[in-house]
């Protein structure tokens, strides 16, 4: 059972010190949105980086309930841990895209994850299992068509299909995926967006000459989702739309594109207290009361993912009123100047939301941070407990 205000969000569970709400209704109808704007082609669900600090099972469970046929890791850990949990092949496929030497090739076979090869190191190294084990594998092809980070370069292309073709025609592996990623589907006009679907069709074009027929090409992450529907081809892979915020702030915000944040981060007051004018606040005494004021102390810091960036800056909501983080954010602890007011201490502290109740949203935090909403809710830490409302599974 959990507790709902008349907006929906849910109030602080009784005796937690913070808390980090993940409302999973808002993540279905985030992923039904995003079908909504698609003509078509299949979802997949990216909660590598435990769900962007979600939790990976609850929303992979969840995206599989609102129709995600895939689901995307980064690292093998991750994938593992997805089918360990019960997911079973189909119910879900997994891709898992960032693979080092050792794998684990072996068990990724074993549990049906799909491999994405990005070199032939890698292909080697699979192959090799794909022998020992006798399980053939399904591997995503990935192009670097201009991101310049993991993927195969042009130049590289015509070999490394050509081996996939090889080992496909072997009955070693099927080539079920070609792909590849933006560098900047975030920057509306950017030129590399025009230059990288090009690109991404010639790879394709070349794969196909050489016998390769993918069951899924796909390109698009949360932003070309959005606005390139040129992008989507069969599968489109969205990570921070699913959770609700805005890959493109400037140019929308989340209610623009019929998405809500799926996180809320609200903690307890730890103590309220009256100082003197002139009161040096926190390490390095980097804020100074300008008058006789109340402190509020707040049980979250550096450690549970509140950024240092933060410090003197970061907003709060506590009752009506938005306060900032006064001097430094600690390890575990930040302070906030409340102007004069008193709270008792207990009171809930609302760090960021949907924004329904007056609350910063994590955009306000990444915009006071200079950094992105996809750092504020991933860094999030372990020590944060999770409360989920809303799940069907
Ligand atoms: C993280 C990631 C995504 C999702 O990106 P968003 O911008 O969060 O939608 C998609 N594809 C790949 C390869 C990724 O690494």
């Not at 849910?10 to 039904?32: K, Y």
């Not at 995307?72 to 960032?98: F, K, S």
Request: proline letters at 7%; glycine letters at 12%.
């Amino acid at each position: 059972m959990t507790t709902a205000n008349t907006t929906g969000t849910p109030a602080l569970t009784e005796g937690v010190r913070a808390e980090a709400t993940v409302d999973l209704a808002a993540l279905r109808d985030n992923l039904a949105a995003l079908r909504a704007r698609t003509n078509g082609p299949e979802l997949m669900a990216v909660v590598k980086a435990d769900a962007y600090g979600h939790g990976a099972l609850q929303c992979a469970r969840e995206a599989i309930a609102a129709g995600a046929g895939w689901l995307g890791t980064a690292t093998p850990q991750e994938a593992l841990a997805l089918r360990a949990a019960g997911i079973r092949p189909d119910q879900a496929r997994i891709l898992c895209w960032l693979w080092t030497p050792g794998g684990p090739w072996e068990q990724a076979l074993r549990e049906s994850v799909d491999i994405s090869i990005s070199g032939q190191w890698a292909l080697d190294e699979l192959l090799a299992a794909v022998r020992a084990t006798g399980i053939p594998a399904r591997v995503h092809l990935k192009a670097d068509t201009g991101l310049g980070r993991n993927g195969c370069q042009p130049h590289d292309w015509p070999d490394l299909v050509d081996n996939a073709a090889k080992a496909q025609a072997d009955g070693l592996l099927r080539v079920v995926g070609v792909w590849s990623h933006f560098a900047a589907a975030d920057e509306p006009g950017h030129p590399s967006i025009q230059s990288q679907l090009d690109s991404f069709a010639q790879a394709l074009a070349f794969a196909e000459r050489s016998g390769i027929d993918p069951e899924v090409r796909h390109l698009a992450n949360s932003p070309a989702t959005l606005l390139l529907p040129q992008s989507h081809y069969d599968l489109v892979r969205p990570g921070l739309a699913m959770y609700g915020l805005s890959p493109v702030p400037d140019v929308g915000t989340p209610a623009d594109y019929g998405l809500r944040p799926v996180m809320s981060l609200a903690a307890r007051l730890a103590l309220v207290k009256h100082v003197p004018a002139g009161h040096g606040v926190s390490y390095g005494h980097h804020y100074v009361t300008p008058g006789p004021t109340t402190l509020g102390l707040i049980p979250l810091g550096y450690a549970d993912g509140i950024p240092r960036h933060a410090s003197n800056t970061g907003p709060v909501q506590i009752g009506s009123g938005r306060y900032r983080v006064a001097g430094r954010v600690a390890m575990d602890q930040f302070v906030v100047d409340l102007g004069g007011e008193t709270f008792e201490v207990g009171e809930e502290v609302l760090l960021f939301g949907p924004g329904d109740r007056g609350e910063p949203t994590a955009e306000d935090w990444a915009r006071a941070c200079g950094t992105l909403s996809y750092e504020i809710i991933t860094r999030i830490g372990g020590r944060v407990p999770r409360r989920y409302v809303g799940g069907v599974q």
